[in-house]
């Protein structure tokens, strides 16, 4: 059954936060709820065969296995219709989101640097981990100041993120590295890391900061049952921006008129 997303007038007072769904995706249902049991929140299902996100103010690319990873994982959904939306939104400033599979998919269309291959270990990895914050400005990790640690889940095959030394100096100098795997101390050392990234990281932004992606699931942490809430922080955060964004653009526009 195709799920595409409804028409509802932009006079509701809740934020309204797309999730893709490709075929395989398997986290959508998780990441919508996640999203609506916050306050303030609406997520709704777009199909990928949909051509417009104008009617939202974020959007999460979910984790999964889009179109069966049988290329590179997240190759082929790059040129899903959606993704023409996706990428036009995020040049526009709109926050985008890509967890697991997700952040596959975002470096695949190239708005994230790198690319993620298989674990070092050459097997699936299903396990808790810590994740330490590297920067105190992220639009995603309001609240959360450098140093910061955040438990969340991992679930992948090929989530080993990997880059170039000059693309990995220009993310580090631009400070686009937004989380690095950590133990419980908030040491980045080689036992904390599941999947052999490079440098231990964990997540990353573009140059502009309002494109993140991230192998571990946020939405697998946002209720205390799972065992930890630390992922909702994620996406309180974004909401926290698209209002202050908001807020700024109905001050801007005052003092046009005035």
């Not at 526009?92 to 993620?116: H, I």
């Not at 309002?210 to 049952?225: I, Y």
């Not at 994620?234 to 046009?256: D, L, P, Y």
């Amino acid at each position: 059954m195709i799920i595409t997303q409804s028409i509802v007038p932009r006079t509701e007072t809740k934020m309204r936060f797309a999730v893709i769904q490709f075929p395989g995706s398997n986290c959508d249902q998780d990441c919508l709820a996640a999203i609506n049991g916050l306050d303030g929140l609406h997520a709704e299902y777009v199909w990928h065969k949909e051509t417009s996100l104008d009617n939202f103010d974020a959007v999460v690319l979910p984790g999964g296995f889009a179109y069966g990873d049988y290329l590179r994982c997240g190759a082929i959904a790059r040129f899903s219709p959606i993704m023409t939306a996706v990428i036009s939104d995020a040049r526009a400033g709109k926050l985008v989101l890509g967890t697991c599979n997700g952040f596959q998919v975002l470096c695949e269309a190239g708005l994230l640097q790198g690319a993620l291959v298989r674990n070092r270990s050459l097997r699936f990895v299903c396990e808790m981990v810590t994740t330490r914050v590297e920067v105190d400005d992220s639009p995603f990790i309001r609240g959360c100041p450098k140093g910061s640690l955040l438990r969340l889940p991992v679930a992948h095959g090929e989530g080993c993120f990997f880059a170039d030394a000059a693309t990995l100096q220009e993310l580090n100098a631009n400070h686009q590295v937004i989380l690095r795997y950590s133990d419980s101390e908030g040491r980045v050392v080689p036992e904390a890391n599941p999947n052999g990234s490079i440098e231990n990281i964990a997540g990353i932004c573009n140059r502009e900061r309002n494109v993140f992606g991230l192998m571990p699931h946020p939405d697998r942490a946002s209720d205390a049952r799972l065992g930890s809430m630390d992922g909702a922080k994620i996406f309180r955060s974004m909401m926290q921006t698209i209002s202050a964004n908001h807020a700024a653009g109905r001050s801007e526009r005052v003092k046009q008129v005035a």
